[in-house]
């Protein structure tokens, strides 16, 4: 599980010249991903957190002065990466892509954070904000622009709510990358990938799209 | 939160004449459904659940025999209840209805309790697949009947993928319900509600119906 890399961030905070702190903080992110998903929110001690990171609490608490301080940090830090936005040419390789990319990253860790925290999110404000400025924002962001480019191509006509179309896309996914057990014989394609593409057809069709 | 009541299990307990039993094990549900909200599955302990329930953990290990079995037993005993399919005489109200009536169950203590234990059950195989059965297979076969009675009607074309349409169901609901923070003035109507309206004419308009 420590074998994931938070991407960027780090790197770049080494970059400034402090790397040891980057891989203590790269570390930290670690180890609150490991015990969110094997405790929870509720059972998540910032001492087992430290502990697992190889660093003192009184380390810990000079960066982050509170566990949810913490947990913050690192839903921040995980934010889903949903790659670049690529212009593929058309509605239907656009939106294949987007729901591809959004099916890696909820099998990732930031899926598995955002999995380990949604139950505190519900009674917990500064977590929920940050969840969707991490999860939700980046995710519309990228439909918005698919949907322009289409409606620019003459692909489809203009999109009277695409907030709704966003949570078309993430929607499917997460329930079934949260709620479907993983079959026998699931080898090979995950999950996740497979709903992206049956869903595919059936989101071009609710939207119009004329390659149908 | 005690005032929520537990659906006919009970009231059929009763019925069989040990009413005291079938009232003590809807305290502990109850009590289960509170702990779970508070602490999550890591935090919770069955000594607590007892004491919120008002009997002993000794009555408590008569009926459960671990904090996995009283958990998994109190999400069989909150399994969603999406109320009866009527039929409405077309497509766009049976969908509508059906949407209606998601929204409700995810506002209400099934969706709490299917939101306290999401994180667990990414590696509690026997908690996902009591969750998958109760959250996840009655909605399929309320949209699997939906569609069959529009194929029928002549509404829209033979569905290909039925099971790709029950996620675009549940998703947007529950990525909804789970992941945007309640805005300022959603007084009246609740997000879940609003997104029901608002989602039904691109799933009609996915399913190539006529109404359109």
């Keep these: 599980m420590t074998t994931d890399h938070l ?3 780090s790197a770049v905070a080494a970059h400034r010249g402090r790397p040891r702190d980057a891989n203590r903080d790269r570390a930290l992110m670690d180890a609150t991903l490991t015990e969110l998903q094997l405790h929870g929110y509720s059972g998540l001690t910032t001492a087992a957190v430290a502990r697992r990171a190889g660093v003192s609490t009184a380390t810990l608490y000079r960066r982050w002065r509170s ?10 830090a995980w934010a889903e990466n949903l790659g670049p936005d690529h212009d593929n040419g058309d509605l239907g390789s656009d939106l294949g892509a987007l729901l591809r990319d959004k099916a890696t ?8 954070l955002l999995r380990a925290v949604l139950g505190e999110a519900a009674h917990n404000r500064a977590l929920a904000d940050v969840l969707f400025g991490a999860f939700v924002i980046p995710l ?3 439909v918005f622009a698919l949907l322009e480019r289409a409606v620019e191509r003459g692909e489809i006509p203009p999109v009277a709510d695409p907030l709704v179309v966003a949570e078309m896309v993430i929607g499917p996914m997460v329930s079934h990358t949260f709620l479907v057990p993983p079959q026998e014989g699931d080898a ?3 999950p996740g990938t497979d709903i992206a593409e049956r869903l595919l057809p059936y989101l071009l069709r609710a939207l119009g799209s004329r390659e149908l």
């Design 7 to 9: 991407p960027e961030t």
């Design 67 to 76: 566990k949810e301080d913490l947990v913050v940090g690192a839903a921040r």
């Design 105 to 112: 990253a909820l099998e990732g860790p930031s899926g598995r």
């Design 140 to 142: 519309q962001e990228r």
């Design 188 to 190: 090979g394609t995950t």
